[in-house]
């Protein structure tokens, strides 16, 4: 009975590792890249690094979070009430935070549904949460199924000196497609399916009662112009200025914050 049960034990243990992961309506888990990941039929993923390449990184975590967004209507689309209810298989909700902040990097992997997202905020420091709304203009990406996309790394400084002096808070934003292959190597199937994203600013949104900024990948376009009665009504017109240390990309915020 025991070599009957524990027989029993390896065929689930080895059927969980190949069953593709079921859809989730919010995603703050990692895939576990240390066993195999399937993908489900209509199912994709978000690749992000974190690097810390200085002293002013080394150490540090940081947290970061993508929302479903409507490209045509420049919003985030709410997720439904009753979704669950309803068998909704969207992802509307994604945020992860770094491993272990002792490696200069690191790469995690978010299982998604398709469609396109934006990057809602990210906040430097342990807790697990993001305490900003780059609401003003963000960075999106597009996930179609069976694709692995790579947004890119983000660098988690806290209380960085910066040059004009001063100390600074944020997620410099850097790409090293290459960098998050190679962290694939394990696992055939995503690395023959990654790509780098394509990056597109100027993405808003509604914004919450958080610190309310922007954040621009320099050298990326912008989504196109909305026709005059496309645009929403409390967009943004305050113009960005750029912030960040220099050993990466700096990101931009608002002027006045």
Same mark, same amino acid.
């Given at each position: 009975?025991?070599?009957?049960? =524990?027989?029993? %034990? $390896?065929?689930?243990?080895?059927?969980? $590792?190949?069953?593709?992961?079921?859809?989730?309506? #919010?995603?703050?888990?990692?895939?576990?890249?240390?066993?195999?990941?399937?993908? !489900?039929?209509?199912? +994709?993923?978000?690749?992000? +690094?974190?690097?810390?390449?200085?002293?002013?990184?080394?150490?540090?975590?940081?947290?970061?979070?993508?929302?479903?967004?409507?490209?045509?209507?420049?919003?985030?689309?709410?997720?439904?009430?009753? %979704?669950?209810?309803? +068998?909704?298989?969207?992802?509307?909700?994604?945020?992860?935070? #770094?491993?272990?902040?002792?490696?200069? =990097?690191?790469?995690?992997?978010? &299982?998604?549904?398709?469609?396109?997202?934006? &990057?809602?905020?990210?906040?430097?420091?342990?807790?697990?949460?993001? %305490?900003?709304?780059?609401?003003?203009s963000a960075p999106t990406i597009?996930?179609? @199924?069976?694709?692995?996309?790579?947004?890119?790394?983000?660098?988690?400084? =806290?209380?960085?000196?910066?040059?004009?002096?001063? &100390?600074?808070?944020?997620?410099?934003?850097?790409?090293h497609p290459e960098d998050a292959r190679a962290a694939l190597?394990?696992?055939?199937?995503?690395?023959?399916?990654?790509? #780098?994203?394509?990056?597109?600013? !100027? %993405?808003?949104?509604?914004?919450?009662?958080?610190?309310?900024?922007?954040?621009?990948?320099? !050298?990326?376009?912008? &989504? @196109?112009?909305?026709?005059?009665?496309?645009?929403?009504?409390? #967009?943004?017109?305050?113009?960005?200025?750029?912030?960040?240390?220099?050993?990466?990309?700096?990101?931009?915020?608002?002027?006045?914050?």
């Amino acid at each position: 009975m025991m070599r009957d049960m =524990l027989r029993a %034990a $390896a065929i689930a243990a080895a059927l969980s $590792a190949t069953v593709p992961a079921a859809a989730q309506l #919010s995603v703050n888990k990692r895939a576990d890249l240390a066993a195999p990941v399937v993908l !489900g039929p209509n199912q +994709g993923a978000i690749v992000v +690094g974190f690097r810390r390449p200085d002293d002013w990184s080394a150490g540090k975590s940081g947290t970061i979070a993508f929302a479903r967004y409507d490209v045509e209507k420049r919003d985030m689309i709410a997720r439904p009430d009753n %979704a669950k209810k309803l +068998g909704d298989t969207n992802t509307y909700w994604v945020s992860v935070t #770094s491993g272990d902040r002792k490696l200069v =990097l690191d790469h995690v992997v978010m &299982l998604v549904s398709p469609g396109d997202y934006v &990057l809602y905020g990210a906040t430097p420091g342990p807790g697990g949460m993001v %305490a900003n709304s780059f609401c003003f203009s963000a960075p999106t990406i597009r996930v179609a @199924p069976g694709e692995i996309v790579y947004f890119g790394d983000v660098t988690p400084y =806290l209380a960085a000196r910066v040059a004009g002096g001063g &100390l600074h808070n944020g997620m410099a934003y850097s790409a090293h497609p290459e960098d998050a292959r190679a962290a694939l190597a394990n696992q055939p199937a995503l690395a023959a399916a990654f790509k #780098s994203g394509d990056v597109r600013n !100027g %993405a808003s949104y509604t914004c919450s009662g958080q610190a309310m900024m922007a954040y621009i990948v320099p !050298g990326k376009p912008s &989504l @196109p112009d909305l026709a005059p009665d496309q645009k929403l009504g409390n #967009s943004p017109t305050t113009p960005p200025r750029e912030a960040g240390p220099r050993p990466t990309v700096p990101i931009l915020i608002p002027t006045g914050n």
